[in-house]
């Protein structure tokens, strides 16, 4: 069975992450990447989740579906506190963040919390939970998402999570002083943002996805990088990984 | 409520060392209508489910609720009517069951306010409390708008010069807490995730406890390292095993997924009604937690502490 969007997502993500650094996940996609890369090629790669856990290791099968229950904890160095595990973050400790969001921006902002004015929300979302607090502290943030049209649009509604802001300096501007958003990362390619303006821009395809149709999916203008490479197709292996560690399908789709 | 205000008030808080044990039905008359409540747990988590049926029952009204990340315990205490403000930096039950249908209603509908903060703002704010100070300092929150929708507010650092994001101090009035095990005075200890129980209970100025068993102060004293919540913060102690489910409580048992799954289907199928349905069967139709315990039954108790126990080997 070929790879669906959800495994490129975990796949494409999973790559990113290097050996003995410490990832701060959230469930979902972000704990499937987290996973594969410590069965694969990061095996000292640390996870930690926000609900209090620090270095879990994920039972196949039983995948947790929130930060905070027994299964996201199994096997876990330390339980600390929801506050602490954040003051870890906000020390410097976590290399690695992962986000996703209803709504992003060309700068990297996100919008989990209101569609629509936020006095009168058209659609009310769940909120931030950790994800304003992971944009800001973690030292090289990951956005993984879904690539639609209505998800990558020019203006978010609400900023839960800032990216860049307005673009250039913006970022360092509001206080924000840690923290890269360095990749996006979706089912149909892998986006980073230029290093002048902090503007979103095309890096690589995923295999087989042309770039007229990553920019129709995209909702604003996407320049290109000088050259847009096409990402490996995700191996027998990591699908084999992913499969067993989710076989009721709960975040693969 | 200032920080120096919320000081006076422990001042005047009854520190006796006397037994606190009491039925949940009792305990659950310290909320009084117009109380902040602070939950403790962390969505499916210890959500002290135990006093919170008994504060349904008891129709209290005009609450506000605070929670790390809500479950669908706000939902039940909005179609009760027992609350229109929620403070949450989360409100749903997970990825696979979608957006809270009641939230979105009562949100969208202007019937309800959520205040939503970042996850580690809002720990802050109850941390700040449970150190006596008015704030804590954070960079969490600059850049978004959760900033300008709150009552957090900005500062140039005294020190360095950089930009700060201040969150204020919360105290609520009661904090409602359920934990592994407490002796009658109200020490109590935790298994596993501590999520922000132990900060809430000095934040508040009232206390309710459940726990899954009550043991002796001398089996306290033989693990004191292991005690998080002192006995002065405490003004009731409720037994109550199985108090937090269909919950999960660390080692014990986990949540009961297929309960909280019929749920949220029944929910995004038949919206307010079926919530109300919902109330009806396992709140008020239930005069005892036994007779709630004896609605899932015992065999289904069992198989979710197997479950735990597997989880925590």
């Given at each position: 069975m070929p790879a669906t969007a959800s495994e490129l997502l975990a796949v494409t993500a999973s790559r990113l992450l290097g050996d003995h650094k410490i990832v701060f996940a959230g469930v979902g996609t972000p704990l499937l990447a987290s996973a594969l890369a410590k069965s694969t090629h990061a095996p000292h790669l640390t996870i930690v989740v926000e609900g209090g856990v620090v270095g879990l290791e994920v039972l196949p099968g039983r995948l947790?579906?929130?930060?905070?229950e027994m299964r996201a904890g199994r096997r876990a160095v330390m339980l600390p506190s929801i506050t602490q595990t954040f003051l870890y973050a906000q020390r410097g400790f976590f290399d690695y963040g992962f986000l996703g969001g209803a709504q992003i921006d060309p700068h990297g902002n996100i919008n989990?919390?209101?569609?629509?004015?936020?006095?009168?929300?058209?659609v009310r979302l769940p909120g931030s939970g950790g994800a304003c607090d992971i944009i800001t502290h973690c030292r090289e943030i990951f956005i993984v998402t879904m690539h639609e049209r209505r998800r990558f649009?020019?203006?978010?509604?609400?900023?839960?999570s800032p990216g860049?802001?307005?673009?250039?300096d913006a970022r360092r501007r509001a206080g924000l002083l840690f923290g890269e958003i360095t990749t996006v990362i979706t089912n149909l390619a892998l986006m980073r943002f230029d290093s002048e303006t902090r503007r979103m821009r095309l890096d690589a395809v995923q295999a087989g996805v042309t770039v007229d149709h990553v920019r129709e999916q995209t909702g604003f203008d996407l320049p290109m990088a000088p050259q847009v490479g096409e990402l490996a197709v995700p191996s027998e292996e990591e699908l084999r990984f992913l499969r067993l560690l989710d076989p009721d399908r709960l975040f693969l789709g | 409520m200032t920080f120096v205000e919320a000081r006076r008030r422990m001042e005047g808080k009854d520190r006796a060392l006397?037994?606190?044990?009491?039925p949940a039905g009792d305990a659950a008359r310290l909320v009084h209508d117009g109380h902040h409540v602070a939950i403790g747990g962390c969505l499916y988590s210890r959500t002290p489910l135990v006093t919170l049926r008994e504060i349904l029952r008891l129709r209290r009204v005009d609450l506000t609720l605070s929670r790390n990340l809500m479950c669908y315990e706000g939902e039940l205490f909005l179609v009760a009517g027992a609350t229109r403000s929620l403070v949450t930096s989360w409100i749903g039950i997970g990825l696979p069951w979608g957006l809270s249908r009641i939230t979105r209603e009562f949100v969208e509908g202007g019937q309800a306010r959520l205040e939503e903060w970042s996850h580690l703002a809002l720990g802050l704010r109850y941390r700040a409390a449970a150190m006596g100070v008015p704030f804590l300092p954070t960079l969490?929150?600059?850049?978004?708008d959760l900033l300008g929708r709150t009552s957090a507010r900005t500062m140039t650092c005294p020190f360095t010069g950089e930009t700060l994001c201040l969150v204020p101090a919360l105290f609520p009035d009661v904090a409602v807490i359920h934990v592994h095990r407490a002796d009658c005075f109200g020490n109590a200890q935790i298994d596993?995730?501590?999520?922000?129980d132990p900060d809430l209970a000095a934040a508040a100025a009232t206390v309710i406890l459940s726990a899954e068993e009550i043991v002796s102060t001398d089996e306290i004293r033989r693990t004191a390292?292991?005690?998080?919540?002192?006995?002065?913060?405490?003004d009731a102690v409720v037994e109550a095993p199985f108090g937090a489910y269909p919950h999960e409580c660390y080692g014990r048992y986990e949540a009961d997924l297929d309960h909280i799954g019929a749920y949220a289907r029944g929910v995004a199928a038949g919206g307010a009604a079926a919530v109300q349905a919902y109330l009806d069967e396992?709140?008020?139709?239930?005069?005892?937690f036994d007779a709630y315990l004896e609605r899932f039954g015992a065999g289904r108790l069992r198989r979710q502490q197997q479950a735990a126990q597997e989880l925590t080997r």
């Open positions: 947790p579906i929130s930060t905070n989990t919390s209101v569609i629509g004015p936020p006095d009168h929300p058209r649009v020019e203006q978010v509604d609400f900023i839960t860049y802001l307005g673009g250039h | 006397r037994d606190k044990r009491m969490s929150m600059l850049g978004s596993g995730y501590p999520h922000m390292d292991r005690t998080v919540i002192p006995f002065f913060t405490v396992y709140v008020y139709g239930l005069d005892t």
